[in-house]
């Protein structure tokens, strides 16, 4: 008798954790969807490239309706621009905006739908695009990371800073 009392003491607990860990997961909060200034905010990687847009003030740009295809250095691609161009940069706020509206593009564009070709960036310039099987490049950068949905958009990680034609 005292080894089905153990038992039944055995299967009780279990289910009362199965409850309590079913009742705790249907309270946690789903993710909310983030716009494409918050998706880079929120991507470790992509740190670098967040102090930027805010130093430049375009955060509320990339928060609006768009969309946007935003083709975003990682902090490593950052890492191999050189010191005196960074530097040149932040003294120059119209420098720093005119690079970072050169990763931006018009419109949602996902890995798959890349055709090689030449798009305008919102600052203007063309941008080349290229695609091989699953490989995509733009200008000078393979994207490393490919399709980071946004409400607003999509993210596409690069590996490499692309410096727009100097005016």
């Not at 010191?83 to 931006?104: G, I, M, Q, W, Y």
């Not at 739908?113 to 063309?126: E, F, L, Q, R």
């Not at 695609?131 to 000078?140: H, I, L, Q, R």
């Not at 490919?146 to 690069?158: E, Q, S």
Request: hydrophobic fraction near 50%; aromatic fraction near 4%.
């Amino acid at each position: 008798m005292m080894l089905t009392s153990k038992r039944f003491d055995l299967v009780r607990r279990a289910a009362l954790c199965a409850t309590l860990t079913l009742l705790i997961s249907a309270c946690a909060a789903p993710q909310k969807p983030l716009n494409v200034a918050d998706t880079i905010a929120n991507t470790p990687s992509l740190s670098t490239l967040n102090g930027l847009i805010t130093t430049a003030g375009l955060t509320a740009d990339l928060q609006s309706a768009g969309p946007f295809t935003v083709f975003a250095p990682s902090n490593e691609a950052f890492k191999a621009v050189k010191p005196a161009t960074l530097e040149d940069l932040s003294k120059n706020p119209a420098k720093l905006k005119d690079l970072l509206r050169f990763h931006v593009v018009p419109g949602m564009t996902l890995a798959k739908d890349v055709k090689n070709s030449t798009v305008k960036a919102i600052n203007g310039d063309p941008l080349a695009l290229s695609k091989a099987g699953d490989f995509v490049t733009v200008e000078n950068a393979a994207v490393v990371q490919a399709d980071v949905l946004a409400t607003n958009g999509v993210v596409h990680i690069v590996d490499a800073v692309m410096m727009p034609a100097k005016k």
